[in-house]
């Protein structure tokens, strides 16, 4: 099992600050299988990132993922109010297909 | 714009069987897509169940295997979750979701959501 480990657990910083948020997997995974999400309390997670740079539909430009083999980073380049959430990595590999990270939550400073 | 619902019982007895539904519309699941079940108890993170195609193909989660059957029905659009034996360790919100293959492999549409508590 691919275990991903996310940090920090949580970040605290100001709207217009840039976020760095890691996710770190045990064994390689393919680029083409990460993923990032956000979920707001109370709310299904939302597709972010795939394919570990490429942005889903509607999601701004201020999001953007980089990142090969077991090192991934989601970056925020300047936070607004409505991106401070938890965030997940998600990836696909063999058994099982998915897992998810732990999480990192953005709080406001 | 695919939209996804669960639906069924918010409250379950231990021991017993959890079953779910979700409803998609604006999307024939017969059209393609794997349609799957993801669950996250209370203040948690997330934890994939398992995953259908509209053929009926199916894998899952091997931590759940032996309790977890997802199925499909083309006909009203709609795939749906069981889960055997429950304990309060199955007590989460459950969430299903489209799963993408192409290019990547991610969940790019999601219900709002159930919450599913097991008690006696």
């Known amino acids: 099992e691919i275990v991903l480990t996310q940090s920090p657990g949580t970040l605290s910083l100001s709207p217009g600050e840039r976020a760095t948020l890691s996710c770190r997997a045990s064994q390689s995974v393919s680029s083409s299988y990460l993923a990032w999400y956000q979920q707001k309390p109370g709310q299904a997670p939302r597709l972010l990132i795939y394919g570990a740079s490429s942005r889903a539909t509607g999601i701004p430009d201020r999001f953007s993922g980089s990142g090969s083999g077991t090192d991934f980073t989601l970056t925020i380049s300047r936070l607004e109010p409505e991106d401070f959430a938890v965030y997940y990595c998600q990836q696909y590999g063999n058994s099982p297909r998915y897992t998810f990270g732990q999480g990192t939550k953005l709080k406001i400073k | 714009q695919v939209q996804l619902e669960e639906s069924g019982p918010g409250l379950v007895k231990p021991s017993e069987t959890l079953s779910l539904t979700c409803t998609v519309s604006d999307y024939s699941i017969s059209s393609g897509y794997y349609w799957g079940w993801i669950r996250q108890p209370p203040g948690k993170g997330l934890e994939w169940m398992g995953s259908i195609y509209h053929s009926g193909n199916t894998y899952y989660n091997p931590s759940l295997q032996s309790r977890v059957t997802i199925s499909v029905d083309t006909s009203n659009n709609q795939f749906s979750l069981r889960l055997s034996s429950v304990t309060a360790a199955d007590t989460a919100v459950y969430y299903c979701?489209?799963?993408?293959?192409?290019?990547?492999?991610?969940?790019?549409?999601w219900g709002q959501g159930t919450l599913v508590t097991v008690s006696s």
């Open positions: 979701a489209r799963e993408t293959q192409v290019p990547s492999r991610s969940f790019d549409y």
